[in-house]
């Protein structure tokens, strides 16, 4: 496992720098943690009402409107990979986490993608990363040791939401399983309406 401050990283995101967490790391304090599946609110007006709320529209999205909400919970296993015509910035909570990464590029043509291509990285608390629109993620993994995770989650406005369009059936359309969401899953972990194309062992963090 490497680290977000390792050069590996620097090919799927960036270190998050010169802004004030402090009021909405205190915020995410009191959401839920269940102690096994993730769960993910998109959006979470109190932490939109936060002061930084606006510098992370102006500064890392260039003034567009963004949703700020989280991920948290118990988790082990990639289980899928998604990427966003957008970059999403995650933010470390209380005992730090572990993102598994890879290259939007790797994906083969039929769609499918290979788990052996994946990396994994250690995020620690209070630390927050620009994944690259590029960048292949999925929910956060707990780190070693610990018993859970909490992760703030940036993206743009309406990220994630449900479509009001589709399904598509052909083409890169039948990845898309939320707006600016396109998704790849694996077998094992039996998403419903999703492609199921990772190919290889379902990487797991132990």
């Not at 995410?28 to 769960?39: G, K, N, V």
Request: proline fraction near 6%.
């Amino acid at each position: 496992m490497k680290r977000v401050t390792d050069a590996e990283f620097r090919k799927y995101g960036q270190i998050l720098e010169g802004y004030d967490l402090t009021e909405l790391l205190t915020k995410m304090e009191a959401t839920p943690c269940p102690s096994d599946e993730p769960i993910y609110v998109a959006s979470v007006p109190e932490f939109e009402a936060c002061a930084v709320a606006r510098e992370l529209a102006d500064r890392a999205y260039g003034g567009l409107p963004i949703e700020i909400g989280y991920c948290n919970g118990n988790n082990k296993k990639l289980n899928a990979v998604e990427y966003h015509r957008s970059s999403e910035l995650d933010i470390a909570v209380g005992e730090g986490l572990v993102l598994l990464l890879g290259k939007e590029e790797d994906i083969n043509p039929d769609f499918t993608y290979d788990t052996a291509k994946i990396e994994a990285f250690y995020l620690p608390a209070g630390v927050g990363v620009e994944l690259f629109a590029t960048t292949l993620h999925y929910a956060p993994c707990t780190a070693p040791g610990e018993k859970g995770f909490r992760c703030v989650v940036v993206l743009p406005q309406g990220t994630n939401t449900e479509l009001e369009a589709g399904p598509w059936n052909e083409g890169e359309g039948k990845l898309i399983t939320a707006k600016n969401k396109w998704l790849i899953a694996h077998p094992e972990a039996k998403i419903e309406g999703a492609f199921c194309g990772l190919i290889g062992e379902n990487v797991t963090v132990e």
